[in-house]
């Protein structure tokens, strides 16, 4: 097994702002620190442009992800700590990829919350089952290459059994699980700084 060395530990803390796993110790600047970076923002909208100005994109503004925090927001955020990750560690991860594969992984296209929307097969199961659906409705909508069709598929792993087969697919698995961390705890400081919507 592959141990980290001291300097990649600090490094990985000094990307994520990792303090402690104590909700009362979260910064919530982190988020908006994020929001405002504009180079980050650039490449966003430059990589993302098609995805971010189609209807039926903005469709995901209507649904909530986290609290209060739409799935349209979620994407974004998600789409900015890839990239963030990517140039800060120097993974050499295809950007163009990277943002369109992040931004489409939740493209599921219905209120999760809600168990009785027909879109929802499997209510209970919704983390195992969406990553399948937003890549069928992201093919269906979207012009893919196969690593961003393998970030929306695995992004949810452990939970898709079948891990990701790119860099790509592995750092906006990792982006997720974090940026839904930040946002879940954002919600309970009651601070959210951007509104996309």
């Given at each position: 097994m592959h141990?980290?060395?001291?300097?990649?530990?600090?490094?990985?803390?000094?990307?994520?702002?990792?303090?402690?796993?104590?909700?009362?110790?979260?910064?919530?600047?982190?988020?908006?620190?994020?929001?405002?970076?504009?180079?980050?923002?650039?490449?966003?909208?430059s990589y993302g442009g098609e995805v971010?100005?189609?209807?039926?994109?903005?469709?995901?503004?209507?649904?909530?992800?986290?609290g209060s925090v739409t799935v349209y927001e979620h994407c974004i955020h998600v789409a900015m700590f890839a990239l963030?990750?990517?140039?800060?560690?120097?993974?050499n991860c295809r950007e163009r990829d990277l943002v369109r594969g992040a931004?489409?992984?939740?493209?599921?296209?219905?209120?999760?919350?809600?168990?009785?929307?027909?879109?929802n097969i499997h209510p209970k199961l919704h983390g195992f089952y969406h990553p399948g659906i937003a890549l069928r409705n992201a093919v269906r909508d979207y012009s893919l290459t196969e690593?961003?069709?393998?970030?929306?598929?695995?992004?949810?792993?452990p939970l898709t059994v079948k891990p990701p087969r790119c860099r790509e697919a592995w750092v906006v698995?990792?982006?997720?699980?974090?940026?839904?961390?930040?946002?879940?705890?954002?919600?309970?400081?009651?601070?959210?700084?951007i509104n996309y919507a």
């Open positions: 141990h980290l060395e001291k300097e990649d530990k600090i490094l990985i803390k000094k990307i994520l702002d990792v303090r402690s796993y104590d909700p009362e110790d979260f910064d919530p600047e982190i988020l908006n620190e994020i929001e405002r970076d504009r180079e980050c923002r650039e490449l966003l909208y971010l100005n189609s209807d039926k994109y903005k469709t995901l503004k209507k649904y909530i992800q986290h963030k990750m990517n140039r800060k560690l120097g993974l931004l489409l992984h939740d493209y599921f296209l219905y209120d999760w919350h809600d168990g009785s929307s027909p879109d690593r961003e069709k393998d970030i929306i598929a695995k992004h949810m792993w698995c990792i982006a997720d699980k974090y940026s839904s961390t930040l946002e879940t705890l954002k919600i309970r400081k009651g601070k959210i700084g």
